[in-house]
């Protein structure tokens, strides 16, 4: 990838610099932070602890959340998508979805796999989708949120344009807060890896409060959120 | 529209919000919820364990990024070019404008969709992109509503149109574009989601304001609840991000911690529903994600705080915690400032970035109750930087009335000369008498004016103090 275009850089930082009365610092090292509360909450809890903390915040945020086995997994999510009315879907182009035994739950006629090769018809087809489904890659306990790690394939559409979207949630992805998934993304950087193009903490579905403070669930993306929290395999 | 609302003077600026009820109490109705919502998300929440520890957290980061802020600049710059990103620091506002309204006119963009960004109407961006051709679209429901209502301007940093009701949102919804509906919030809502949703896709460019870049991976950090922020930065080709030079952070460890303590200060969430975390650098072939990034990094006057005792106030991260407090802003509103920055926070920024000529009144908008330093996610100490400003306008530019000079000269006089002293203060009841009504003074020119205009004020007792100490002294023997 080329690189882009930098410009007035120097004279910029150098006022920067000459206002801080000093010369431009070539190097500075991160101190130890002296205050760090993130790292104290939902310290030692259990995987039930965190699960039951995810489960009050998720519904705190009008979602509604389902928790299955394995087994159990396409069957319920079958019964949610007939509940929500669910005659077109979109899911992302995930091998999780064959992983978790869900191949023929989404092999009909009324749900489209994102595929890139398909190109802008992807996004009509999510346009048009009553519900977008996909694998939440982490999910935050303190705040009933989930988190896409967005590609070419798990497209950020598919929870973004329809009407009701459904996150499968494995059990393994619930971290107590956003600390430990920033943490993970900082070591990657600092490991000189590439971090994904998008990574969007989603909790429930879109809102506003922009007219008198009254709180309106569902503006542009999402109207209704379901969390779908599975067992590992 | 840049940074300055309206053309009135500060006082006859208050005199309008006095007169309006609505807004008054939508102001403090607003007030009242939001520092509800905020109290129950921090104090009030256990689980985060103690506040006062996340306020040292983030204080601490921000004094350490505006410390080594050309190191971090420097660091996001080339971290967000490394990955095919362009980059451009503006000096000024019409650099910002100039240089976008190039990538404009090069994407020959007729539409353009915008989330929330108080940057952009500083720098007043819609008007310039309007110059050239461009339909500028605001998404953001408060915006939305402002710019159909004749380009309304914001009255609040967090939420825009707050003095605005329903029924009012509702005519102009009938009288703009066509709505036939009730002033239900839910179906203006959804009538704004039915009219912007062919608009999100068919837009050139996206673009955004900046809560949090982050230095170390040139990636920009977004806090929002409508997803219309997710729509602007999905469907064009082209993103341009316009971020204050101060608002950036080392890495995505503190990008945590300055999130939460925004999410929970600004609207009482634990967090915001949508976070949404972008890099340049997306695949050639993805079909939902813009291919051309451009981060224009805005100095506008920010430069004059640092090294000052002002540069505190570039920590703000725009929460409006301490507008929510603030008894002035409960009274007046955000229009009266005259500025898009109100509120505490307001009357410290504007006069750094617009000066004293224009803002040097905002200052004296204070009750110095510090409620406003209290309430700071990141303790900026708001209302002392009030007081230096206070300092500055009277000292260092001599901005003292001629009027007020001349009282004060003669007060001087009189204070210092018994005889004279004795006969202002034997006098006052006298000269007083022709403005006294029921024991009171509700009108009186002059000086006093303003103050009478508002509450009245007591009439002079007959006896002075001098007087009554004597007779108490004769008392006691």
Request: charge should be negative; hydrophobic fraction near 35%.
């Given at each position: 990838m080329a690189k882009g275009i930098i410009q007035n850089k120097d004279s910029f930082l150098n006022n920067i610099a000459d206002k801080l009365e000093r010369k431009r610092k070539e190097d500075v090292s991160l101190p130890t932070w002296k205050h760090q509360p993130q790292w104290q909450v939902?310290?030692?809890?259990?995987?039930?602890?965190?699960?039951?903390?995810?489960?009050?915040?998720?519904?705190?945020?009008?979602?509604?959340?389902?928790?299955?086995?394995?087994?159990?997994?396409?069957?319920?999510?079958?019964?949610?998508?007939?509940?929500?009315?669910?005659?077109?879907?979109?899911?992302?182009k995930d091998?999780?979805?064959?992983?978790?035994?869900?191949?023929?739950?989404?092999?009909?006629?009324?749900?489209?796999?994102?595929?890139?090769?398909?190109?802008?018809?992807?996004?009509?087809?999510?346009?048009?989708?009553?519900?977008g489904v996909f694998f939440s890659d982490k999910s935050l306990a303190e705040s009933g949120t989930i988190v896409q790690f967005n590609d070419k394939d798990i497209a950020r559409s598919v929870s973004l344009l329809p009407i009701t979207y459904i996150a499968i949630v494995p059990k393994s992805t619930i971290v107590p807060r956003m600390t430990q998934v920033t943490h993970e993304i900082h070591k990657l950087v600092e490991n000189g890896k590439e971090i994904p193009t998008c990574v969007n903490f989603i909790s429930g579905p879109s809102n506003s409060a922009d007219i008198e403070m009254d709180i309106v669930v569902g503006v542009h993306g999402p109207v209704k959120a379901v969390y779908v929290v599975v067992a590992d395999r | 529209m840049p940074m300055k609302i309206g053309e009135k003077q500060f006082f006859d600026r208050i005199e309008d919000a006095l007169q309006d009820d609505f807004m008054r109490h939508a102001m403090a109705s607003a007030q009242d919820r939001l520092r509800g919502k905020k109290l129950a998300a921090t104090e009030g929440d256990k689980t985060i364990g103690d506040w006062e520890e996340w306020r040292s957290a983030g204080e601490e980061i921000r004094r350490h990024t505006l410390e080594n802020l050309d190191f971090y600049l420097d660091q996001l710059s080339e971290n967000f070019a490394e990955r095919g990103g362009h980059v451009y620091f503006a000096e000024t506002a019409e650099d910002a404008n100039r240089y976008i309204q190039d990538v404009a006119r090069k994407k020959n963009a007729k539409h353009?969709?915008?989330?929330?960004?108080?940057?952009?109407?500083?720098?007043?961006?819609?008007?310039?992109?309007?110059?050239?051709?461009?339909?500028?679209?605001?998404?953001?429901?408060?915006?939305?509503?402002?710019?159909?209502?004749?380009?309304?301007?914001?009255?609040?940093?967090?939420?825009?149109?707050?003095?605005?009701?329903?029924?009012?949102?509702?005519?102009?919804?009938?009288?703009?574009?066509?709505?036939?509906?009730?002033?239900?919030?839910?179906?203006?809502?959804?009538?704004?989601?039915s009219q912007l949703r062919d608009v999100f896709m068919e837009a050139d460019i996206g673009i955004t304001g900046c809560n949090f870049a982050i230095?170390?991976?040139?990636?920009?950090?977004?806090?929002?609840?409508?997803?219309?922020?997710?729509?602007?930065?999905?469907?064009?080709?082209?993103?341009?991000?316009?971020?204050?030079?101060e608002r950036l952070v080392p890495t995505w460890e503190e990008m945590d911690v300055l999130i939460n303590l925004l999410s929970r200060s600004a609207v009482g969430q634990k967090i915001t529903t949508y976070v949404t975390n972008l890099t340049p650098g997306v695949e050639e072939d993805c079909?939902?994600?813009?291919?051309?990034?451009?981060?224009?990094?805005?100095d506008a006057g920010r430069s004059r705080a640092l090294g000052t005792?002002?540069?505190?106030?570039?920590?703000?991260?725009?929460?409006?915690a301490c507008v929510n407090v603030c008894p002035v802003y409960r009274h007046i509103g955000g229009h009266a400032y005259g500025s898009i920055y109100q509120g505490p926070i307001g009357a410290v920024?504007?006069?750094?970035?617009?000066?004293?000529?224009?803002?040097?009144?905002?200052?004296?908008?204070?009750?110095?109750?510090?409620?406003?330093?209290?309430?700071?996610?990141?303790?900026?100490?708001?209302?002392?930087?009030?007081?230096?400003?206070?300092?500055?306008?009277?000292?260092?530019?001599?901005?003292?009335?001629?009027?007020?000079?001349?009282?004060?000269?003669?007060?001087?006089?009189?204070?210092?000369?018994?005889?004279?002293?004795?006969?202002?203060?034997?006098?006052?009841?006298?000269?007083?008498?022709?403005?006294?009504?029921?024991g009171s003074i509700s009108k009186i020119p002059g000086p006093m004016k303003p103050w009478t205009e508002i509450r009245k004020f007591p009439s002079p007792g007959k006896d002075n103090f001098r007087t009554w100490f004597k007779e108490h002294q004769k008392g006691r023997q």
């Amino acid at each position: 990838m080329a690189k882009g275009i930098i410009q007035n850089k120097d004279s910029f930082l150098n006022n920067i610099a000459d206002k801080l009365e000093r010369k431009r610092k070539e190097d500075v090292s991160l101190p130890t932070w002296k205050h760090q509360p993130q790292w104290q909450v939902y310290k030692n809890e259990s995987t039930d602890g965190l699960m039951a903390a995810f489960q009050k915040n998720s519904t705190e945020r009008n979602v509604d959340v389902y928790e299955t086995q394995q087994s159990e997994l396409s069957v319920t999510i079958e019964k949610i998508i007939n509940e929500y009315g669910g005659d077109s879907i979109v899911i992302t182009k995930d091998s999780r979805f064959s992983e978790y035994g869900l191949t023929s739950l989404f092999d009909t006629t009324q749900t489209h796999i994102w595929d890139t090769a398909a190109g802008k018809e992807n996004i009509e087809k999510a346009k048009h989708a009553d519900i977008g489904v996909f694998f939440s890659d982490k999910s935050l306990a303190e705040s009933g949120t989930i988190v896409q790690f967005n590609d070419k394939d798990i497209a950020r559409s598919v929870s973004l344009l329809p009407i009701t979207y459904i996150a499968i949630v494995p059990k393994s992805t619930i971290v107590p807060r956003m600390t430990q998934v920033t943490h993970e993304i900082h070591k990657l950087v600092e490991n000189g890896k590439e971090i994904p193009t998008c990574v969007n903490f989603i909790s429930g579905p879109s809102n506003s409060a922009d007219i008198e403070m009254d709180i309106v669930v569902g503006v542009h993306g999402p109207v209704k959120a379901v969390y779908v929290v599975v067992a590992d395999r | 529209m840049p940074m300055k609302i309206g053309e009135k003077q500060f006082f006859d600026r208050i005199e309008d919000a006095l007169q309006d009820d609505f807004m008054r109490h939508a102001m403090a109705s607003a007030q009242d919820r939001l520092r509800g919502k905020k109290l129950a998300a921090t104090e009030g929440d256990k689980t985060i364990g103690d506040w006062e520890e996340w306020r040292s957290a983030g204080e601490e980061i921000r004094r350490h990024t505006l410390e080594n802020l050309d190191f971090y600049l420097d660091q996001l710059s080339e971290n967000f070019a490394e990955r095919g990103g362009h980059v451009y620091f503006a000096e000024t506002a019409e650099d910002a404008n100039r240089y976008i309204q190039d990538v404009a006119r090069k994407k020959n963009a007729k539409h353009v969709t915008k989330s929330k960004s108080m940057v952009t109407e500083e720098i007043g961006l819609n008007e310039a992109l309007e110059e050239i051709g461009c339909h500028v679209h605001e998404t953001d429901l408060a915006e939305y509503i402002l710019q159909l209502d004749d380009k309304d301007r914001p009255s609040h940093i967090v939420v825009p149109s707050l003095h605005k009701n329903k029924e009012q949102i509702r005519d102009t919804f009938k009288t703009k574009v066509g709505y036939m509906g009730t002033e239900e919030p839910r179906e203006l809502t959804a009538f704004a989601r039915s009219q912007l949703r062919d608009v999100f896709m068919e837009a050139d460019i996206g673009i955004t304001g900046c809560n949090f870049a982050i230095a170390e991976s040139g990636s920009l950090s977004l806090a929002t609840n409508e997803g219309n922020l997710n729509m602007v930065t999905t469907f064009p080709k082209t993103q341009i991000t316009v971020m204050g030079m101060e608002r950036l952070v080392p890495t995505w460890e503190e990008m945590d911690v300055l999130i939460n303590l925004l999410s929970r200060s600004a609207v009482g969430q634990k967090i915001t529903t949508y976070v949404t975390n972008l890099t340049p650098g997306v695949e050639e072939d993805c079909v939902d994600a813009p291919k051309e990034f451009h981060l224009v990094i805005l100095d506008a006057g920010r430069s004059r705080a640092l090294g000052t005792e002002f540069q505190s106030a570039l920590h703000c991260i725009r929460c409006a915690a301490c507008v929510n407090v603030c008894p002035v802003y409960r009274h007046i509103g955000g229009h009266a400032y005259g500025s898009i920055y109100q509120g505490p926070i307001g009357a410290v920024l504007s006069p750094i970035l617009g000066g004293y000529e224009e803002y040097g009144e905002l200052p004296f908008a204070s009750s110095l109750c510090a409620a406003c330093t209290e309430a700071c996610p990141v303790k900026i100490p708001l209302h002392e930087q009030l007081i230096r400003h206070r300092e500055n306008y009277v000292k260092e530019k001599g901005r003292v009335k001629a009027s007020e000079k001349a009282a004060m000269k003669a007060f001087g006089i009189g204070a210092s000369t018994p005889s004279l002293f004795q006969i202002a203060v034997k006098g006052a009841p006298i000269f007083m008498k022709p403005f006294i009504q029921d024991g009171s003074i509700s009108k009186i020119p002059g000086p006093m004016k303003p103050w009478t205009e508002i509450r009245k004020f007591p009439s002079p007792g007959k006896d002075n103090f001098r007087t009554w100490f004597k007779e108490h002294q004769k008392g006691r023997q």
